[in-house]
């Protein structure tokens, strides 16, 4: 069984790139009785949504101001 800091290594690249099958499978199961890695996957994804909208509406908020 893989570590933690494997884990979370894992789900980083996950939101960059998609992982093979066995690294899928790997994070899959660690997810299932690792909840400090559930959060992890969970906040990182909030990080990139939150990081994508504000990118996303950078354009309009800079129009606004000018």
């Known amino acids: 069984?893989?570590?933690c800091r494997e884990i979370t290594a894992l789900v980083s690249q996950a939101l960059d790139k998609p992982l093979r099958l066995t690294e899928r499978l790997a994070v899959a199961v660690h997810l299932l009785?690792?909840?400090r890695c559930?959060?992890?996957q969970?906040?990182?994804r909030f990080i990139r949504k939150?990081?994508?909208?504000?990118?996303d509406d950078l354009p309009?908020?800079?129009d606004k101001k000018s």
């Open 1 to 3: 069984m893989r570590s």
């Open 33 to 35: 009785m690792c909840s």
């Open 38 to 40: 559930r959060n992890f």
């Open 42 to 44: 969970s906040q990182t």
């Open 50 to 55: 939150a990081a994508r909208r504000y990118v």
């Open 60 to 62: 309009t908020r800079l």
